[in-house]
């Protein structure tokens, strides 16, 4: 089995940047993916980011339209931690936000951009973003 577990969320406003991090433990591997999904109330998960691993040292990041040029995901092997770091938050942000996992991956370059694809998920960590 794998835990995850989520730290950082917080209130902030508008403009503001909030790191959120994301720690692996347990059954982990050396080929995976793990990302971050985020819920506001009333609406779906929705897919936020994610980064791709393989054994070797490379790795693939791909994140949502809405997030692009404001929000990096970034992952520590030694700590099996990834990080994901907001900057120029806005209202619309506001979201539970959810780290995933899931250690079988079929290329580096595939998406894993489904809440299906993933195996494990965090308890969530709440952002609110005021404007």
């Known amino acids: 089995q794998v835990q995850l577990v989520e730290t950082g969320g917080g209130l902030v406003q508008a403009g503001d940047s909030l790191r959120l991090s994301c720690a692996a433990s347990?059954?982990?591997?050396?080929?995976?993916?793990m990302g971050w999904f985020r819920q506001a109330p009333g609406k779906e998960r929705e897919f936020v980011t994610a980064?791709?691993?393989?054994?070797?040292?490379?790795?693939?990041?791909y994140s949502a339209d809405s997030v692009k040029g404001r929000f990096t995901i970034s992952r520590d092997n030694a700590k099996n931690t990834i990080y994901l770091q907001m900057n120029s938050l806005k209202p619309e942000d506001t979201a539970v936000y959810y780290c995933?996992?899931?250690?079988?991956?079929?290329?580096?370059?595939?998406?894993?951009?489904?809440?299906?694809?993933?195996?494990?998920w965090g308890q969530g960590t709440q952002v609110t973003v005021s404007s």
């Open positions: 347990g059954r982990t591997t050396s080929r995976g993916a």
């Open positions: 995933a996992a899931v250690f079988r991956l079929t290329t580096l370059m595939s998406r894993q951009t489904a809440v299906r694809d993933y195996d494990y």
């Open positions: 980064i791709n691993w393989n054994g070797g040292g490379s790795t693939n990041t």
